[in-house]
């Protein structure tokens, strides 16, 4: 009777590896879906990226594999989905191999010097740095 309850071994693989899934994409940098070019890094993917991705990985396939090997039945049952959802997870990490990097076309970077310069220029402020930060604060 007691090979139709799910021991602790199952309910660990499945729980791994829905954690694993939902808490990778925060690891990487922001995709770009572009309509009819194709999707896009935001930045490199930083090392340390690479190294949670294959951890996670190993460790959703090696409590899968034990819930497979010693579980009873409804641990087999959590397992199979933890190996569909490592599977998952292993699709998102291996496409990261294949994507190429494009800056955001409104990237903060980028703008900030052209949104200072416009400032300066409808301001009409031709004068020193001291007169421009004393009539920025308001003291002028």
């Known amino acids: 009777m007691t090979r139709y309850f799910p021991t602790l071994r199952g309910c660990i693989a499945f729980l791994l590896a ?4 939902l808490y990778f994409p925060f690891v990487c940098p922001a995709l770009y879906v572009q309509s009819g070019v194709g ?3 935001s930045e490199p993917v930083r090392p340390a990226a690479w190294i949670v991705g294959a951890v996670f990985i190993l ?3 090696l409590a899968s594999a034990e819930a497979f090997r010693r579980g009873t039945f409804p641990d087999r049952i959590f397992a199979a989905i933890a190996v569909l959802l490592t599977i998952c997870l292993m699709v998102k990490y291996f496409r990261l191999f294949g ?3 494009h800056k955001s076309p409104n990237s903060a970077g980028a703008n900030a010097d052209y949104a ?3 400032a300066l220029r409808i301001s009409g402020w031709r004068q020193s740095p001291a007169a421009w930060l004393s009539w920025s604060l308001g003291c002028a």
């Open 18 to 21: 829905v954690f694993a899934l």
């Open 39 to 41: 999707t896009f890094l």
């Open 59 to 61: 460790v959703c396939a």
């Open 99 to 101: 994507l190429t990097v």
């Open 116 to 118: 200072l310069l416009f």
